[in-house]
Nanobody
Framework: QVQLIESGGELVQVGDSLRLSCVVSGGAFDTYAMGWFRQAPGKERDFVAAISWTGRDRYYGESVKGRFTISRDNDKNTVYLQMNSLKPEDTAVYYC????????????????????WGQGTQVTVSP
């Protein structure tokens, strides 16, 4: 069974940086496209970023372009989300997700949800 465990979320100040990590176990990590999503209280879950299994292709949500960077280390079965210039509107629970298809993670193949999800990590940006 594939398990995804996120870490790195915390309370930070506006303008700070934070790096989230997601360790994947129980599956063939280097065959999965991976991504990050977030959900703020009372709002729908939003796409944040996606990365292909090679790391060559990356996609970002409009609100985080230029501030967030997704990366992966296939030797460590880990995907990262580097978040810079954080804003209060970045406050949310951040979820790691994986799927065989990059299009599913990135959202341009709206055929189903991602196969695998983590439990989430809370990021709070204080004004």
């Amino acid at each position: 069974q594939v398990q995804l465990i996120e870490s790195g979320g915390e309370l930070v100040q506006v303008g700070d940086s934070l790096r989230l990590s997601c360790v994947v176990s129980g599956g063939a990590f280097d065959t999965y496209a991976m991504g990050w999503f977030r959900q703020a209280p009372g709002k729908e879950r939003d796409f944040v970023a996606a990365i292909s299994w090679t790391g060559r292709d990356r996609y970002y949500g409009e609100s985080v372009k230029g501030r967030f960077t997704i990366s992966r280390d296939n030797d460590k079965n880990t995907v990262y989300l580097q978040m810079n210039s954080l804003k209060p509107e970045d406050t949310a629970v951040y979820y790691c997700a994986g799927d065989r298809l990059l299009g599913v993670v990135a959202g341009y193949e709206k055929i189903r949800e991602c196969d695998f999800w983590g439990q989430g990590t809370q990021v709070t940006v204080s004004p």
